[in-house]
């Protein structure tokens, strides 16, 4: 047990010991007077990288040193060279993107994030000066998530401009923006996002602690920081919702929830999350609410398909034909009877062919990947049934398999569905029915054990709040929706007053006087009705 917990879990005293060497790296380095060793310091610590350079000005009185590679170089040579070597200002401190320091660790710090820096000979002061590069993609939608109806825009891998896709849909001065810096060696912006008042501060503190408390060389996206915070990394199942929506991320932010963000990638994190909240959709609050239900419990239906409808099949086929009509037996035995395998051998070769097929198709360019698809679903599935091969209701169940698994609007979901699909048709060609019952039996278990930040995966089922089961299997109009869910664990729980209240004060109205018949229109000389002129 002791070398599997040191192979799951890692040698804690020995990361105790990594991270002590670590933050022990972190100390203040004072500039010095001397322009030549403040040069030679940089130089090094940077192991005199070729795409640093060095711009020795006033006669060798002063130097400006960057990355050519971070840095805009028009506005470095408007904003900063040329001012300062054609002497259009008295000092340096005049140009207003100036930043003044005395600390050779934090101008590192500021050149690794595009900024130039600039120091004197004599003086210990280094300005620097922000001139990044910006490289940023246009707001478009994410192809993901895609939707009929409403916004049409997505995040971009740019951190400040997805924060100012949040602020424009929540313009109050509650929303709060924590950031941190994770990863030794990327020095990642990672982004925290709550409505301060309406999310609980307990969760927004646990949250808080778990990100301080990761500890590791790189962060790329939200899904590394996510795995390491979660409450049970082993299970299958995502306890993070994550979406590249801003409105499906303030619609979250609104009932409660906290979102994690991170610079160089698109995609949010949104916790607590619930099994329900992967099966609905922005287009669920934007068409009428008797199609949003409906397509809601189109959606919930298909997990049922996608995980155990090639294990029913199988479990019929070779052990329960009984339950099949007798009308339909004869076809059924002679679709299956010339093959060589049993079906359970059967399903797990064309499930692994369609994943095969879908993974070549997301890998390939746009135009090959379709036809791949083509190939794949005509003529390969056309070729292995006329070999006799596969039987044809082998293809028919594969294929609502798939198609069942897609419907989810998560494509990490998705996946997970997929994945669960292996085990119960293994446990239907050995037990049959009894194998199902026992693999979905295994699955609601885990599900109910299962948390996010201290809320019930199941939840409001499991434990059941009657009240909250308005968004989950259906969804009410909204102007029922008085309540936030209590899974969100909001601190405000009144989301909205009596919006129908016009509907109780409505009077009837007024009929009509017909228009005398002295004037046309009933209009008087002055240009006004009777109407106006009494009201005046």
Known sequence: MGFLKRFLFGDHKRLQDRQLNDHSEDIDYPSSTKLEDNVNYLLDEFHNSSDVKVRIMQKGNSALMYFESLVDKGKLYDSVFTPLEEGKIDSIGDIPIAKMTYNLEEAIDSMLRGHAIYMEDGSRKISQFAVTASFNRSVEEPINERIVRGAHSGFVENLLININLIRKRIEHRDLTVKYYKLGKYTDTNVALIYVDGIADPTLVAEVDRRILSVSTDMVHSPGYVGEIIEDNTFSPFPQMLNTERPDRLVGNLMEGRVAIMSEGSPTSLIAPSTFFMFYQAPDDYNMRWWAGTFVRLIRLTSFIIAVGLPAFYIAIVSF????????????VKGSINDIAYPPILEALVMVVIIELIREAGIRLPQPIGQTIGIVGGLVIGDAVVRAGLVSNLMIIVV??????????????????????????????????FIGIIFGFLMILIHLTKLESFGTPYLAPVAPLTFKDLKDTFIRVPIFNMKERPKDSQAIKKMAQGESREWKQNEQPAQASKPPKTGDLGGA?????????????
């Open 399 to 432: 294929a609502l398999t798939a198609i069942a698994s897609f419907v989810v609007p998560s494509n990490e979901f998705s996946t997970i569905l997929r994945l669960l699909t292996f085990p119960l048709i293994i446990l239907a060609g050995t037990l049959g």
């Open 320 to 331: 329960h034909f009984e339950v099949i009509p007798d009308d339909l037996i004869l076809q």
């Open 524 to 536: 008087s000389r002055s240009g006004g009705s009777e109407s106006d002129q009494s009201s005046e």
